[in-house]
């Protein structure tokens, strides 16, 4: 194919009905979605740091998504899943028995006990 999409990686083009990676704004077939140090295949929700062409900086932390290159074109951005352990969550289900709709001071209190962030405390 001489237009449309074309792998960061290997530089072929890539058909709508192929699953690919995407690092801001390079796509990757999912086996060209790899570390350039080590070579090693990288999966949804590991970190990457993205070099720009000229190799000069490393930007910031980014996570590799599995998408279909039609379906996702509005999607949202999430972020990587949080693991609960059973301790933080016995402390959580215990808390939200008590009061299931927790201030803002006890959803800090909670975040402080548990280690986890503010923002999975409220969710």
């Given at each position: 194919?001489?237009?449309g999409t074309k792998c960061a990686g290997c530089a072929q083009g890539i058909s709508p009905?192929?699953?690919?990676?995407?690092?801001?704004s390079k796509v990757f077939h999912?086996?060209?979605f790899t570390c350039m140090m080590c070579n090693k295949q990288l999966s949804t929700g590991e970190e990457l740091y993205i070099i720009d062409e000229?190799?000069?900086n490393v930007s910031d932390k980014e996570t590799g998504s599995n998408e279909n290159d039609d379906q996702?074109?509005?999607?949202?951005?999430?972020g990587p899943r949080t693991t609960i352990k059973a301790k933080q969550l016995e402390?959580?289900?215990?808390?939200?028995?008590?009061?299931p709709k927790p201030?803002?001071?006890i959803r800090e209190q909670l975040a402080q006990e548990t280690?986890?962030?503010m923002r999975v405390i409220q969710v």
């Open positions: 194919r001489c237009f009905s192929d699953l690919v990676r995407r690092a801001r999912l086996n060209c000229n190799n000069a996702n074109l509005g999607a949202k951005r999430r402390t959580l289900k215990a808390a939200f028995a008590a009061t201030t803002r001071h280690g986890l962030n």
